[in-house]
Protein backbone atom coordinates (compact mmCIF):
# COMPACT_ATOMS: atom_id res chain seq x y z
CA UNK A 1 0.00 0.00 0.00
CA UNK A 2 1.46 3.27 -1.44
CA UNK A 3 1.54 6.32 1.22
CA UNK A 4 -1.44 8.02 0.32
CA UNK A 5 -3.12 4.83 0.46
CA UNK A 6 -2.26 4.71 4.02
CA UNK A 7 -3.48 8.08 4.43
CA UNK A 8 -6.79 7.70 3.43
CA UNK A 9 -6.95 4.35 5.16
CA UNK A 10 -6.03 5.27 8.64
CA UNK A 11 -8.20 8.65 7.85
CA UNK A 12 -11.67 6.71 6.05
CA UNK A 13 -14.78 6.69 7.92
CA UNK A 14 -14.99 3.38 8.19
CA UNK A 15 -11.93 3.00 9.73
CA UNK A 16 -13.06 5.64 12.25
CA UNK A 17 -16.84 4.32 12.88
CA UNK A 18 -14.91 0.73 13.78
CA UNK A 19 -12.68 2.72 16.51
CA UNK A 20 -15.42 4.95 17.63
CA UNK A 21 -17.49 1.36 18.43
CA UNK A 22 -14.27 -0.40 20.27
CA UNK A 23 -13.86 3.45 22.09
CA UNK A 24 -17.54 2.55 23.48
CA UNK A 25 -16.65 -1.04 24.36
CA UNK A 26 -13.60 0.11 26.44
CA UNK A 27 -15.80 0.94 29.54
CA UNK A 28 -17.09 -2.79 29.67
CA UNK A 29 -14.05 -4.34 29.05
CA UNK A 30 -12.56 -2.52 31.87
CA UNK A 31 -15.35 -3.11 34.06
CA UNK A 32 -15.01 -6.75 32.95
CA UNK A 33 -11.15 -6.91 33.64
CA UNK A 34 -11.68 -5.28 36.74
CA UNK A 35 -14.22 -7.25 38.29
CA UNK A 36 -12.36 -10.47 36.88
CA UNK A 37 -9.56 -9.20 39.24
CA UNK A 38 -11.98 -8.19 41.94
CA UNK A 39 -13.52 -11.97 41.99
CA UNK A 40 -10.21 -13.16 41.92
CA UNK A 41 -9.13 -11.55 44.83
CA UNK A 42 -11.89 -12.25 46.85
CA UNK A 43 -11.66 -15.93 46.09
CA UNK A 44 -8.28 -15.94 47.23
CA UNK A 45 -8.74 -14.26 50.11
CA UNK A 46 -11.69 -16.40 51.10
CA UNK A 47 -9.59 -19.49 50.42
CA UNK A 48 -6.71 -18.06 52.52
CA UNK A 49 -9.27 -17.15 55.24
CA UNK A 50 -10.59 -20.42 55.31
CA UNK A 51 -8.01 -21.88 55.10
CA UNK A 52 -5.76 -20.32 57.90
CA UNK A 53 -8.79 -20.66 59.85
CA UNK A 54 -8.80 -24.60 59.40
CA UNK A 55 -5.13 -25.02 60.06
CA UNK A 56 -5.29 -23.23 63.43
CA UNK A 57 -7.83 -25.37 64.42
CA UNK A 58 -5.94 -28.70 63.11
CA UNK A 59 -2.84 -26.85 65.52
CA UNK A 60 -4.87 -26.56 68.31
CA UNK A 61 -6.02 -30.34 68.22
CA UNK A 62 -2.45 -31.20 67.52
CA UNK A 63 -1.00 -29.29 70.41
CA UNK A 64 -3.72 -30.40 72.40
CA UNK A 65 -2.56 -33.85 71.65
CA UNK A 66 1.29 -32.47 72.56
CA UNK A 67 -0.39 -31.53 76.11
CA UNK A 68 -1.97 -34.72 76.38
CA UNK A 69 1.43 -36.62 75.61
CA UNK A 70 3.52 -33.77 78.17
CA UNK A 71 0.87 -34.52 81.03
CA UNK A 72 1.03 -38.77 80.02
CA UNK A 73 4.80 -38.65 80.62
CA UNK A 74 4.79 -36.39 83.40
CA UNK A 75 2.51 -38.75 85.14
CA UNK A 76 4.74 -42.04 84.49
CA UNK A 77 7.61 -39.51 85.10
CA UNK A 78 6.67 -38.88 89.00
CA UNK A 79 5.25 -42.49 89.85
CA UNK A 80 8.01 -43.61 91.97
CA UNK A 81 7.69 -46.95 92.08
CA UNK A 82 8.54 -46.76 88.42
CA UNK A 83 11.09 -44.39 88.87
CA UNK A 84 12.90 -46.59 92.00
CA UNK A 85 12.88 -50.04 90.11
CA UNK A 86 15.13 -48.51 86.92
CA UNK A 87 17.59 -46.19 89.56
CA UNK A 88 20.38 -47.80 91.50
CA UNK A 89 20.61 -51.11 89.04
CA UNK A 90 23.17 -51.87 86.26
CA UNK A 91 20.93 -53.75 83.93
CA UNK A 92 17.07 -53.91 84.64
CA UNK A 93 17.15 -57.09 82.32
CA UNK A 94 19.10 -58.97 85.05
CA UNK A 95 17.38 -62.59 86.01
CA UNK A 96 16.81 -60.97 89.70
CA UNK A 97 14.98 -58.00 88.43
CA UNK A 98 12.71 -59.56 85.75
CA UNK A 99 9.49 -59.44 88.04
CA UNK A 100 10.12 -55.42 88.92
CA UNK A 101 10.32 -55.19 84.94
CA UNK A 102 6.98 -57.36 84.56
CA UNK A 103 4.97 -54.96 86.91
CA UNK A 104 6.57 -51.76 85.22
CA UNK A 105 5.40 -53.65 82.07
CA UNK A 106 2.02 -53.79 83.52
CA UNK A 107 1.69 -50.15 84.73
CA UNK A 108 2.99 -48.74 81.40
CA UNK A 109 0.12 -50.99 79.42
CA UNK A 110 -2.69 -49.14 81.69
CA UNK A 111 -1.20 -45.88 81.41
CA UNK A 112 -1.23 -45.97 77.91
CA UNK A 113 -4.80 -47.92 77.53
CA UNK A 114 -5.90 -44.26 78.67
CA UNK A 115 -4.97 -42.53 75.44
CA UNK A 116 -5.80 -44.33 72.40
CA UNK A 117 -3.59 -42.03 70.64
CA UNK A 118 -0.04 -43.91 72.50
CA UNK A 119 0.94 -47.06 70.11
CA UNK A 120 3.53 -47.99 72.51
CA UNK A 121 5.90 -46.98 75.13
CA UNK A 122 8.69 -47.86 76.72
CA UNK A 123 11.65 -47.20 79.29
CA UNK A 124 15.04 -47.02 78.38
CA UNK A 125 17.93 -47.43 81.15
CA UNK A 126 20.74 -45.34 79.82
CA UNK A 127 23.93 -46.63 81.42
CA UNK A 128 23.40 -50.27 80.02
CA UNK A 129 20.59 -49.64 77.23
CA UNK A 130 18.28 -52.03 78.52
CA UNK A 131 14.93 -51.29 78.48
CA UNK A 132 11.33 -52.50 78.57
CA UNK A 133 7.88 -52.02 75.48
CA UNK A 134 4.75 -52.32 76.46
CA UNK A 135 4.61 -54.33 72.92
CA UNK A 136 8.01 -55.71 72.70
CA UNK A 137 8.51 -56.48 76.22
CA UNK A 138 12.61 -56.87 77.11
CA UNK A 139 14.62 -54.58 74.53
CA UNK A 140 18.41 -54.35 73.72
CA UNK A 141 19.23 -50.78 72.79
CA UNK A 142 23.26 -50.72 73.33
CA UNK A 143 23.53 -47.72 71.27
CA UNK A 144 21.03 -45.61 72.37
CA UNK A 145 23.27 -43.21 74.46
CA UNK A 146 24.80 -41.72 71.06
CA UNK A 147 21.67 -41.02 68.81
CA UNK A 148 20.70 -37.21 68.73
CA UNK A 149 16.93 -38.10 70.30
CA UNK A 150 18.17 -39.69 72.88
CA UNK A 151 20.87 -36.81 73.73
CA UNK A 152 18.17 -34.12 73.57
CA UNK A 153 16.13 -35.72 75.58
CA UNK A 154 18.65 -35.81 78.35
CA UNK A 155 20.17 -31.99 77.51
CA UNK A 156 16.44 -31.40 77.86
CA UNK A 157 16.60 -31.73 81.83
CA UNK A 158 13.14 -33.18 82.56
CA UNK A 159 11.21 -31.15 79.50
CA UNK A 160 9.27 -32.53 76.90
CA UNK A 161 10.97 -33.53 73.43
CA UNK A 162 8.86 -34.96 70.54
CA UNK A 163 11.12 -36.49 68.09
CA UNK A 164 10.53 -37.61 64.15
CA UNK A 165 12.46 -39.83 62.41
CA UNK A 166 13.64 -38.67 59.01
CA UNK A 167 15.65 -39.80 56.03
CA UNK A 168 18.35 -37.03 57.13
CA UNK A 169 19.26 -38.48 60.61
CA UNK A 170 22.92 -40.03 60.79
CA UNK A 171 21.88 -42.50 62.90
CA UNK A 172 19.54 -45.67 61.97
CA UNK A 173 17.97 -47.20 65.16
CA UNK A 174 15.67 -50.55 64.70
CA UNK A 175 13.48 -49.55 67.10
CA UNK A 176 12.91 -46.52 65.21
CA UNK A 177 10.01 -46.23 62.66
CA UNK A 178 9.89 -42.87 60.12
CA UNK A 179 6.30 -43.92 60.02
CA UNK A 180 5.86 -42.66 64.18
CA UNK A 181 6.62 -39.93 66.63
CA UNK A 182 7.97 -40.41 69.72
CA UNK A 183 7.39 -38.18 73.03
CA UNK A 184 10.39 -38.29 75.34
CA UNK A 185 11.23 -37.33 78.41
CA UNK A 186 13.61 -38.30 81.52
CA UNK A 187 12.57 -41.00 83.70
CA UNK A 188 12.66 -38.98 86.81
CA UNK A 189 11.81 -35.28 85.78
CA UNK A 190 12.59 -34.25 89.06
CA UNK A 191 16.17 -35.00 89.04
CA UNK A 192 16.47 -37.23 92.11
CA UNK A 193 18.57 -39.81 91.09
CA UNK A 194 20.37 -37.94 88.38
CA UNK A 195 20.76 -40.85 85.77
CA UNK A 196 20.21 -41.29 82.12
CA UNK A 197 16.97 -43.21 82.32
CA UNK A 198 14.21 -42.25 79.52
CA UNK A 199 10.79 -42.97 78.85
CA UNK A 200 9.10 -42.91 74.96
CA UNK A 201 5.70 -43.06 74.40
CA UNK A 202 4.74 -43.56 70.42
CA UNK A 203 2.17 -42.20 68.44
CA UNK A 204 1.24 -43.46 64.92
CA UNK A 205 1.63 -40.85 62.15
CA UNK A 206 -1.37 -42.34 60.83
CA UNK A 207 -3.04 -40.56 63.73
CA UNK A 208 -2.08 -37.26 62.49
CA UNK A 209 -2.81 -37.95 59.05
CA UNK A 210 -6.47 -38.64 59.95
CA UNK A 211 -6.58 -35.53 62.30
CA UNK A 212 -5.27 -33.28 58.99
CA UNK A 213 -7.36 -35.39 56.24
CA UNK A 214 -10.08 -32.65 56.42
CA UNK A 215 -7.72 -30.36 54.85
CA UNK A 216 -7.74 -32.31 51.61
CA UNK A 217 -9.60 -30.08 49.11
CA UNK A 218 -7.79 -32.33 46.53
CA UNK A 219 -6.04 -34.96 45.59
CA UNK A 220 -3.01 -32.74 44.88
CA UNK A 221 -3.26 -31.10 47.92
CA UNK A 222 -0.18 -31.29 50.08
CA UNK A 223 -0.18 -30.53 53.72
CA UNK A 224 2.85 -30.67 55.84
CA UNK A 225 3.41 -30.24 59.81
CA UNK A 226 6.13 -29.10 61.27
CA UNK A 227 7.85 -29.42 65.42
CA UNK A 228 10.35 -26.44 65.92
CA UNK A 229 10.82 -25.84 62.67
CA UNK A 230 11.56 -29.88 61.65
CA UNK A 231 9.35 -31.77 59.31
CA UNK A 232 7.01 -34.12 61.04
CA UNK A 233 4.95 -34.84 58.67
CA UNK A 234 3.69 -34.18 55.18
CA UNK A 235 0.18 -35.96 53.55
CA UNK A 236 1.37 -35.39 49.63
CA UNK A 237 4.66 -35.24 49.03
CA UNK A 238 5.31 -32.55 45.69
CA UNK A 239 7.34 -34.72 42.45
CA UNK A 240 10.57 -33.11 41.17
CA UNK A 241 8.29 -32.18 38.45
CA UNK A 242 5.64 -29.71 40.13
CA UNK A 243 6.53 -26.26 39.96
CA UNK A 244 6.05 -23.98 43.16
CA UNK A 245 4.22 -21.40 41.58
CA UNK A 246 1.46 -23.89 40.28
CA UNK A 247 0.66 -23.80 44.02
CA UNK A 248 -0.61 -21.44 47.03
CA UNK A 249 1.29 -22.03 50.36
CA UNK A 250 -0.85 -21.24 53.16
CA UNK A 251 1.10 -21.14 56.74
CA UNK A 252 0.09 -21.10 60.58
CA UNK A 253 2.10 -21.62 63.08
CA UNK A 254 1.77 -21.59 67.11
CA UNK A 255 5.48 -21.27 68.10
CA UNK A 256 6.24 -24.93 68.46
CA UNK A 257 3.95 -26.54 65.87
CA UNK A 258 3.51 -25.21 62.34
CA UNK A 259 1.45 -26.18 59.80
CA UNK A 260 1.66 -25.30 55.98
CA UNK A 261 -0.83 -26.37 52.97
CA UNK A 262 -0.16 -26.02 49.51
CA UNK A 263 -2.88 -26.18 46.31
CA UNK A 264 -2.68 -25.83 43.09
CA UNK A 265 -3.77 -22.69 41.73
CA UNK A 266 -5.67 -23.98 39.07
CA UNK A 267 -8.11 -26.14 41.39
CA UNK A 268 -8.27 -23.12 43.57
CA UNK A 269 -9.41 -20.97 40.56
CA UNK A 270 -10.76 -23.11 38.63
CA UNK A 271 -14.63 -21.20 38.47
CA UNK A 272 -13.28 -17.92 38.49
CA UNK A 273 -11.09 -18.92 35.42
CA UNK A 274 -14.21 -20.23 33.61
CA UNK A 275 -15.28 -16.83 34.85
CA UNK A 276 -12.70 -14.87 33.49
CA UNK A 277 -12.62 -16.92 30.11
CA UNK A 278 -16.38 -16.02 29.56
CA UNK A 279 -15.36 -12.40 30.50
CA UNK A 280 -12.80 -12.83 28.02
CA UNK A 281 -15.54 -14.63 25.22
CA UNK A 282 -17.96 -12.02 25.18
CA UNK A 283 -15.17 -9.10 25.23
CA UNK A 284 -14.28 -10.80 21.50
CA UNK A 285 -17.65 -11.13 20.93
CA UNK A 286 -18.19 -7.42 22.06
CA UNK A 287 -15.39 -6.46 19.56
CA UNK A 288 -16.80 -8.55 16.52
CA UNK A 289 -20.18 -7.16 16.95
CA UNK A 290 -18.83 -3.45 17.36
CA UNK A 291 -16.94 -3.68 13.80
CA UNK A 292 -19.97 -5.94 11.91
CA UNK A 293 -21.61 -2.68 13.33
CA UNK A 294 -19.39 -0.45 11.79
CA UNK A 295 -19.59 -2.32 9.03
CA UNK A 296 -22.90 -1.79 8.73
CA UNK A 297 -22.95 1.52 9.98
CA UNK A 298 -20.42 1.86 6.82
CA UNK A 299 -22.53 0.53 4.04
CA UNK A 300 -25.32 2.26 5.27
CA UNK A 301 -23.59 5.90 5.64
CA UNK A 302 -19.94 5.97 4.50
CA UNK A 303 -20.58 3.99 1.14
CA UNK A 304 -23.27 6.26 -0.45
CA UNK A 305 -20.96 9.22 0.66
CA UNK A 306 -17.94 7.35 -1.20
CA UNK A 307 -20.40 6.11 -4.25
CA UNK A 308 -21.32 10.54 -4.34
CA UNK A 309 -17.78 11.32 -4.17
CA UNK A 310 -17.09 8.93 -7.03
CA UNK A 311 -19.69 10.56 -9.06
CA UNK A 312 -18.09 13.96 -8.03
CA UNK A 313 -15.14 13.27 -9.41
CA UNK A 314 -15.88 11.86 -12.65
CA UNK A 315 -18.04 14.75 -13.09
CA UNK A 316 -15.30 17.19 -12.19
CA UNK A 317 -12.75 15.05 -14.62
CA UNK A 318 -15.30 15.94 -17.67
CA UNK A 319 -17.79 12.97 -17.33
CA UNK A 320 -20.87 15.38 -17.99
CA UNK A 321 -23.18 12.13 -17.99
CA UNK A 322 -22.52 10.94 -14.72
CA UNK A 323 -24.87 9.77 -12.65
CA UNK A 324 -25.54 7.94 -9.07
CA UNK A 325 -27.45 4.74 -9.64
CA UNK A 326 -29.51 3.34 -6.23
CA UNK A 327 -33.12 2.58 -4.71
CA UNK A 328 -32.54 4.41 -1.33
CA UNK A 329 -35.62 6.48 -0.69
CA UNK A 330 -33.81 7.87 2.60
CA UNK A 331 -31.87 11.37 3.28
CA UNK A 332 -28.99 9.31 1.09
CA UNK A 333 -31.40 8.99 -1.85
CA UNK A 334 -32.66 12.27 -1.80
CA UNK A 335 -28.97 13.79 -2.34
CA UNK A 336 -28.29 11.43 -5.02
CA UNK A 337 -31.12 12.52 -6.65
CA UNK A 338 -30.05 16.21 -6.22
CA UNK A 339 -26.76 15.55 -7.29
CA UNK A 340 -28.34 13.65 -10.91
CA UNK A 341 -30.61 16.74 -11.19
CA UNK A 342 -27.83 19.46 -10.53
CA UNK A 343 -25.25 17.11 -12.87
CA UNK A 344 -27.67 17.21 -15.63
CA UNK A 345 -28.64 20.74 -15.58
CA UNK A 346 -24.61 21.41 -15.33
CA UNK A 347 -23.99 19.21 -19.02
CA UNK A 348 -27.18 21.31 -20.06
CA UNK A 349 -25.24 24.79 -19.28
CA UNK A 350 -22.26 23.75 -20.49
CA UNK A 351 -23.79 22.53 -23.77
CA UNK A 352 -25.72 25.69 -23.73
CA UNK A 353 -22.42 27.90 -23.16
CA UNK A 354 -20.43 25.48 -25.95
CA UNK A 355 -23.37 26.44 -28.47
CA UNK A 356 -23.45 29.79 -27.36
CA UNK A 357 -19.37 29.72 -28.08
CA UNK A 358 -20.07 28.37 -31.55
CA UNK A 359 -22.99 30.46 -32.39
CA UNK A 360 -20.71 33.59 -31.17
CA UNK A 361 -17.83 32.35 -33.83
CA UNK A 362 -21.28 31.75 -36.60
CA UNK A 363 -22.15 35.96 -35.76
CA UNK A 364 -18.35 36.93 -36.26
CA UNK A 365 -17.69 34.80 -39.30
CA UNK A 366 -21.14 36.76 -40.46
CA UNK A 367 -19.67 40.09 -39.95
CA UNK A 368 -16.45 39.42 -41.55
CA UNK A 369 -18.58 38.10 -44.94
CA UNK A 370 -20.49 40.94 -44.46
CA UNK A 371 -17.40 43.29 -44.86
CA UNK A 372 -15.86 40.94 -47.37
CA UNK A 373 -19.00 41.15 -49.38
CA UNK A 374 -18.94 42.26 -53.36
CA UNK A 375 -21.03 44.84 -52.66
CA UNK A 376 -18.29 46.75 -49.60
CA UNK A 377 -15.24 45.55 -51.99
CA UNK A 378 -17.36 47.48 -55.03
CA UNK A 379 -18.08 50.23 -53.02
CA UNK A 380 -14.15 50.35 -51.87
CA UNK A 381 -12.87 50.14 -55.18
CA UNK A 382 -15.20 52.57 -56.30
CA UNK A 383 -13.92 55.31 -53.84
CA UNK A 384 -10.55 54.28 -54.73
CA UNK A 385 -11.58 54.88 -58.62
CA UNK A 386 -12.90 58.20 -57.74
CA UNK A 387 -10.07 59.84 -55.26
CA UNK A 388 -7.55 58.30 -58.20
CA UNK A 389 -9.24 60.72 -60.74
CA UNK A 390 -9.56 63.91 -58.46
CA UNK A 391 -6.32 63.53 -56.50
CA UNK A 392 -3.54 61.12 -58.18
CA UNK A 393 -1.78 57.88 -57.18
CA UNK A 394 -0.39 60.14 -53.70
CA UNK A 395 -3.90 59.56 -52.54
CA UNK A 396 -4.90 55.94 -53.96
CA UNK A 397 -1.80 54.81 -52.02
CA UNK A 398 -2.95 56.01 -49.05
CA UNK A 399 -6.57 54.54 -49.28
CA UNK A 400 -4.92 51.40 -49.93
CA UNK A 401 -2.70 51.28 -47.39
CA UNK A 402 -5.00 51.90 -44.62
CA UNK A 403 -7.68 49.00 -46.36
CA UNK A 404 -4.77 47.10 -45.92
CA UNK A 405 -4.03 47.61 -42.57
CA UNK A 406 -7.73 47.40 -41.64
CA UNK A 407 -8.46 43.88 -43.13
CA UNK A 408 -4.94 42.61 -41.84
CA UNK A 409 -6.06 43.23 -38.20
CA UNK A 410 -9.77 41.84 -38.61
CA UNK A 411 -8.93 38.82 -40.10
CA UNK A 412 -5.82 38.21 -38.25
CA UNK A 413 -3.14 37.93 -35.25
CA UNK A 414 -5.53 35.30 -33.82
CA UNK A 415 -7.33 37.03 -30.91
CA UNK A 416 -11.01 37.45 -29.76
CA UNK A 417 -10.47 41.00 -28.13
CA UNK A 418 -8.20 44.07 -28.05
CA UNK A 419 -7.67 47.02 -26.05
CA UNK A 420 -10.13 50.01 -26.31
CA UNK A 421 -7.01 52.03 -27.83
CA UNK A 422 -6.23 48.94 -30.24
CA UNK A 423 -9.89 48.99 -30.95
CA UNK A 424 -9.52 52.99 -31.69
CA UNK A 425 -6.72 52.73 -33.48
CA UNK A 426 -7.74 49.69 -35.75
CA UNK A 427 -11.51 51.74 -36.53
CA UNK A 428 -8.71 55.00 -37.84
CA UNK A 429 -7.45 52.62 -40.70
CA UNK A 430 -11.34 52.29 -41.92
CA UNK A 431 -11.93 56.05 -41.18
CA UNK A 432 -8.75 57.15 -42.82
CA UNK A 433 -10.63 55.40 -46.04
CA UNK A 434 -13.83 57.15 -45.53
CA UNK A 435 -12.03 60.60 -45.01
CA UNK A 436 -9.59 60.15 -48.31
CA UNK A 437 -13.22 59.07 -50.17
CA UNK A 438 -15.12 62.38 -48.91
CA UNK A 439 -13.79 65.04 -46.66
CA UNK A 440 -16.61 65.88 -45.09
CA UNK A 441 -16.75 65.12 -41.75
CA UNK A 442 -14.12 64.86 -39.05
CA UNK A 443 -13.32 62.23 -36.44
CA UNK A 444 -13.10 63.39 -32.82
CA UNK A 445 -12.11 60.91 -30.31
CA UNK A 446 -11.93 61.46 -26.03
CA UNK A 447 -11.11 58.36 -24.18
CA UNK A 448 -10.87 58.50 -20.50
CA UNK A 449 -7.33 57.19 -19.39
CA UNK A 450 -8.99 54.09 -17.30
CA UNK A 451 -11.09 52.93 -20.18
CA UNK A 452 -7.94 52.32 -22.55
CA UNK A 453 -6.85 48.96 -21.93
CA UNK A 454 -9.95 47.77 -20.82
CA UNK A 455 -10.42 44.57 -23.28
CA UNK A 456 -13.23 44.99 -26.34
CA UNK A 457 -14.63 42.24 -28.69
CA UNK A 458 -12.99 43.03 -31.78
CA UNK A 459 -15.21 44.22 -34.76
CA UNK A 460 -17.47 45.31 -32.34
CA UNK A 461 -17.45 49.22 -33.24
CA UNK A 462 -16.72 48.98 -36.98
CA UNK A 463 -19.91 48.23 -38.03
CA UNK A 464 -21.66 51.29 -35.55
CA UNK A 465 -18.64 53.58 -37.72
CA UNK A 466 -19.77 52.52 -40.80
CA UNK A 467 -23.69 53.28 -40.16
CA UNK A 468 -22.63 56.38 -39.08
CA UNK A 469 -20.54 57.41 -42.11
CA UNK A 470 -22.66 55.90 -44.63
CA UNK A 471 -26.20 55.89 -43.84
CA UNK A 472 -25.42 59.37 -41.64
CA UNK A 473 -22.62 61.53 -42.53
CA UNK A 474 -22.31 60.65 -46.48
CA UNK A 475 -26.15 61.41 -46.85
CA UNK A 476 -25.56 65.19 -44.97
CA UNK A 477 -25.16 67.61 -47.56
CA UNK A 478 -23.12 69.85 -44.96
CA UNK A 479 -21.11 66.59 -44.09
CA UNK A 480 -20.98 66.46 -40.19
CA UNK A 481 -18.47 65.41 -37.47
CA UNK A 482 -17.88 61.79 -36.18
CA UNK A 483 -17.42 61.66 -32.09
CA UNK A 484 -15.99 58.68 -30.14
CA UNK A 485 -16.10 58.71 -26.45
CA UNK A 486 -15.59 56.18 -23.44
CA UNK A 487 -15.97 56.75 -19.93
CA UNK A 488 -16.30 54.16 -16.93
CA UNK A 489 -19.58 53.38 -15.07
CA UNK A 490 -18.96 51.42 -12.02
CA UNK A 491 -17.73 48.28 -13.02
CA UNK A 492 -19.31 48.91 -16.68
CA UNK A 493 -17.72 50.30 -19.59
CA UNK A 494 -19.35 52.84 -21.74
CA UNK A 495 -18.88 53.60 -25.42
CA UNK A 496 -20.65 56.04 -27.36
CA UNK A 497 -20.32 56.74 -31.20
CA UNK A 498 -22.22 59.84 -32.21
CA UNK A 499 -22.45 61.40 -35.76
CA UNK A 500 -24.14 65.06 -36.86
CA UNK A 501 -25.53 63.05 -39.67
CA UNK A 502 -29.12 63.06 -40.92
CA UNK A 503 -30.39 60.68 -38.44
CA UNK A 504 -33.63 58.96 -38.38
CA UNK A 505 -37.20 59.76 -38.38
CA UNK A 506 -39.19 58.56 -35.31
CA UNK A 507 -40.83 55.94 -36.90
CA UNK A 508 -37.55 54.10 -38.13
CA UNK A 509 -35.88 54.66 -35.03
CA UNK A 510 -38.39 52.65 -33.43
CA UNK A 511 -38.68 50.10 -35.61
CA UNK A 512 -35.11 49.67 -34.97
CA UNK A 513 -35.16 49.98 -31.23
CA UNK A 514 -37.98 46.96 -31.80
CA UNK A 515 -35.79 45.03 -33.18
CA UNK A 516 -33.06 45.07 -30.93
CA UNK A 517 -35.05 44.49 -27.88
CA UNK A 518 -35.54 41.03 -29.16
CA UNK A 519 -32.11 39.82 -28.53
CA UNK A 520 -31.14 38.48 -25.77
CA UNK A 521 -28.26 36.20 -24.70
CA UNK A 522 -30.52 33.18 -25.19
CA UNK A 523 -32.39 34.77 -28.05
CA UNK A 524 -30.37 34.98 -31.12
CA UNK A 525 -31.57 36.78 -34.81
CA UNK A 526 -28.24 36.81 -36.31
CA UNK A 527 -27.86 33.40 -37.73
CA UNK A 528 -31.75 33.44 -39.57
CA UNK A 529 -30.14 36.79 -40.54
CA UNK A 530 -28.52 37.78 -44.12
CA UNK A 531 -25.52 40.08 -44.35
CA UNK A 532 -27.57 42.51 -46.63
CA UNK A 533 -31.16 41.96 -44.49
CA UNK A 534 -32.57 45.31 -42.34
CA UNK A 535 -30.39 46.10 -39.48
CA UNK A 536 -28.07 43.62 -40.07
CA UNK A 537 -24.85 45.27 -38.55
CA UNK A 538 -26.40 46.97 -35.41
CA UNK A 539 -28.67 43.44 -34.51
CA UNK A 540 -24.86 41.68 -35.18
CA UNK A 541 -23.29 43.85 -32.79
CA UNK A 542 -25.90 43.24 -30.34
CA UNK A 543 -25.83 39.57 -30.31
CA UNK A 544 -22.01 39.20 -29.80
CA UNK A 545 -22.51 41.58 -26.61
CA UNK A 546 -24.66 39.26 -25.23
CA UNK A 547 -23.17 36.48 -26.26
CA UNK A 548 -19.67 37.18 -25.29
CA UNK A 549 -20.99 39.63 -22.28
CA UNK A 550 -24.26 38.29 -20.92
CA UNK A 551 -28.08 40.06 -20.32
CA UNK A 552 -25.87 42.89 -18.48
CA UNK A 553 -24.21 44.37 -22.26
CA UNK A 554 -26.64 46.26 -24.22
CA UNK A 555 -27.16 48.26 -27.04
CA UNK A 556 -28.88 51.60 -27.08
CA UNK A 557 -29.92 53.87 -29.69
CA UNK A 558 -31.19 57.51 -29.84
CA UNK A 559 -31.54 59.54 -33.11
CA UNK A 560 -33.46 62.34 -34.41
CA UNK A 561 -33.95 63.27 -37.66
CA UNK A 562 -31.56 66.16 -39.23
CA UNK A 563 -29.51 66.39 -35.71
CA UNK A 564 -28.21 63.15 -35.78
CA UNK A 565 -27.84 59.69 -33.86
CA UNK A 566 -26.24 57.90 -30.70
CA UNK A 567 -25.32 54.98 -30.93
CA UNK A 568 -24.50 53.55 -26.53
CA UNK A 569 -22.47 50.31 -26.36
CA UNK A 570 -22.58 49.18 -22.22
CA UNK A 571 -20.74 45.98 -21.07
CA UNK A 572 -18.47 44.93 -17.91
CA UNK A 573 -15.43 46.19 -17.85
CA UNK A 574 -13.37 42.88 -16.63
CA UNK A 575 -14.39 40.56 -19.42
CA UNK A 576 -11.01 39.35 -21.13
CA UNK A 577 -11.19 37.86 -24.66
CA UNK A 578 -8.06 36.50 -24.75
CA UNK A 579 -8.65 32.73 -24.55
Not at 54 to 67: G, V
Amino acid sequence: MTRRGRAFHWHSIQFKLTMTFLMILLPLVGVSLFANDYSHRMVHDQITDRTRGALLTTLEYIDELTKNMDQQTLLIGSNPNLVDVWSDVDDPLRRDNLYEVHTVQQQLTALTNVNGAVKEAFLLHGESGSGVSTLAGGMRWPQVKEEAWFRQTIDAGGGLVVYAPSPTDGVRSAYLDMGHLYYARLLDVFGNTGEPNVMVLVVDKASLRNIIQHLHTSPNTDVSLYYNGHIVLESNPKGDGRSEDAFIRIEEDNGTWSIAMEQPRDELFRQPRQLQRLTYLIIAMSALLAIWIAWLVYNEIAKPLQLMSQAIKQFSGGNLTAQIAHRRKDEFGYLMNAFNLMAEAQRKMIEEDYEKELRLARSEFSLLQSQINPHFLYNTLDSIYSVATKHGMRTISEMVMNLAQFFRVSLGKGRDAFTLEETVQHLMYYIRVQQLRTDRFTVDVSLDADTKQVPVLKLLLQPIVENAIVHGLSKSPEGGELHLRSRMDGDMLRIEIEDTGIGLDEKELESLRSELDNITSRSYRVEGDRPFSRYFGLKNVKSRLKLYYGDAADLRIDSAYGEGTIVALTFPAGKDGNR
